[in-house]
T-cell receptor, first 118, second 113 residues
Framework: EAQVTQNPRYLITVTGKKLTVTCSQN?????MSWYRQDPGLGLRQIYY???????DKGDVPEGYKVSRKEKRNFPLILESPSPNQTSLYFC?????????????????FGEGSRLTVL | AQSVAQPEDQVNVAEGNPLTVKCTYS??????LFWYVQYPNRGLQFLLK??????LVKGSYGFEAEFNKSQTSFHLKKPSALVSDSALYFC???????????FGKGTMLLVSP
């Protein structure tokens, strides 16, 4: 079954304690991305990756790190979490267009990771 | 820059009635437009897209959307709403010069029995 898997699904942590949210896809997609969803703000992009070893900042990258060492995995790292990073996080993946450097727009999303930072 | 607006936080409709969820966009080039749906406690699911061609595009679950270039709109429609259509709907856009999507803030659709 084609899927994007995120872990953990729920996490409560404290300020400053480093954490990693993992994301894995089994569709051989080139493109992967992280979003955060907050009430009234919709979906905002944190980081994205066009392919292995290629990552770029999205709209709200501050306080986050990512890496793309393998095609299937795209972990999101919070080095020193703060309460304003309390949010619902989604990982997504997509095929890449062949003619331009862009994804197809048909994103597959994980089920989400709800993070609370106290 | 690319942006998308969903002017309604919530849309209420009775089951069996037609529904419309509004979306307007702003791009400098030609837009690629998308609709996604999010059911409670789930990730977003792709519904439909407009790339080029026919202005009326059909998607999953009986939904369709109409691209209107002069009004820069891409409204989501369904002829007859179901209670199970109740969910959060997101419009998204990608300008031809951009590599990623920009999402709207979402519109909650509530279909009453």
């Amino acid at each position: 079954e084609a899927q994007v898997t995120q872990n953990p699904r729920y996490l409560i942590t404290v300020t400053g304690k480093k954490l990693t949210v993992t994301c894995s896809q089994n569709m051989n997609h080139e493109y992967m991305s992280w979003y955060r969803q907050d009430p009234g703000l919709g979906l905002r992009q944190i980081y994205y990756s066009m392919n292995v070893e290629v990552t770029d900042k999205g709209d709200v990258p501050e306080g986050y790190k990512v890496s793309r060492k393998e095609k299937r995995n795209f972990p999101l790292i919070l080095e020193s979490p703060s309460p304003n990073q309390t949010s619902l996080y989604f990982c997504a993946s997509s095929r890449q267009l062949k003619t331009v450097t862009a994804n197809t727009g048909e994103l597959f999303f994980g089920e989400g990771s709800r993070l609370t930072v106290l | 820059a690319q942006s998308v607006a969903q002017p309604e936080d919530q849309v209420n409709v009775a089951e069996g009635n037609p529904l419309t969820v509004k979306c307007t966009y702003s791009v400098s080039g030609n837009p690629y437009l998308f609709w996604y749906v999010q059911y409670p406690n789930r990730g977003l699911q792709f519904l439909l897209k407009y790339i080029t061609g026919d202005n009326l595009v059909k998607g999953s679950y009986g939904f369709e959307a109409e691209f209107n270039k002069s009004q820069t709109s891409f409204h989501l429609k369904k002829p007859s709403a179901l209670v199970s259509d109740s969910a959060l709907y997101f419009c998204a856009v990608r300008d031809v010069g951009y590599s990623t999507l920009t999402f709207g803030k979402g519109t909650m659709l509530l279909v009453s029995p």
